[in-house]
């Protein structure tokens, strides 16, 4: 099992472009979420999902949005992208009724 | 937003010494977790504290959440240069249903120096 796959590793956007961040599990896990991890700061829900069909907001969901269509796979996409959204991107999964979460590897994303 | 506050943000010491991070807040958690992060991964959970006054041993690292649980401490024990990462705590708040969602700390960034 490959667990928790994100792509890109390493990407670098100019200001205003779009991208699509890309997160698949193979745990058949119904709930996942994306985090950001900005210097010193720890990690921010930015938005998660309890199962296909199904998304929500979590602390910090401005300039992002979601899709869940597949159990498998939880994209989520920039429009417009702004200096502030430099951050390190993790998606995680966690099975119903476990109180762990599994993360990916991150994708770490510059805008200049 | 319930805050965590995790202290020292950062910790430099000897392999062999002991040490203490510590995660408070002013607010209840259903439970409280533990991750421990290495560079370029993701965070990788340690253990998760349910009960007030819980302690958990985990070979040389054990973990205790207070009996208000509002917070948490993680104790290792002859630290070794293995155990350098970024050690994170999170605590749970439940949303509905099995939902809940993470608040995390900071983090302590522990660097065991040979």
């Known amino acids: 099992n490959a667990g928790v796959t994100q792509t890109p590793k390493f990407r670098i956007l100019k200001i205003g472009q779009s991208m699509t961040l890309q997160c698949t599990q193979d745990?058949?896990?119904?709930?996942m979420y994306w985090y950001r991890q900005d210097p010193g700061m720890g990690l921010k829900l930015i938005y998660y999902?309890?199962?296909?069909?199904?998304?929500d907001k979590g602390e910090v969901p401005n300039g992002y949005n979601v899709s869940r269509s597949t159990t498998e796979d939880f994209p989520l996409r920039l429009e417009l992208a702004a200096p502030s959204q430099t951050s390190v991107y993790f998606c995680?999964?966690?099975?119903?009724?476990?109180?762990?979460?599994?993360f990916g590897p991150g994708t770490r994303l510059t805008v200049t | 937003t319930q805050l965590l506050e995790q202290s020292p943000q950062f910790l430099s010491i000897q392999e062999g010494e002991n040490l203490t991070v510590y995660c408070n807040s002013s607010?209840?958690?259903?439970?409280l977790q533990w991750y421990r992060q290495e560079p370029g991964e993701g965070p990788v959970l340690l253990v998760t504290?349910?009960?007030?006054?819980e302690v958990k041993k985990l070979k040389r690292l054990t973990f205790q959440f207070g009996d208000a649980r509002k917070d948490s401490s993680l104790h290792i024990t002859a630290a070794q240069p293995g155990d350098t990462g970024l050690y994170l705590c999170?605590?749970?708040?439940?949303?509905?249903?099995?939902?809940?969602?993470?608040?995390f700390g900071k983090g302590t960034l522990l660097t065991v120096n040979p």
């Open positions: 607010s209840v958690f259903s439970s």
């Open positions: 999170a605590g749970a708040r439940y949303s509905g249903g099995s939902n809940y969602k993470l608040t």
């Open positions: 745990m058949n896990h119904n709930y």
């Open positions: 504290v349910v009960t007030g006054g």
């Open positions: 999902s309890v199962g296909a069909g199904i998304t």
């Open positions: 995680a999964t966690r099975p119903t009724g476990e109180y762990e979460q599994y």
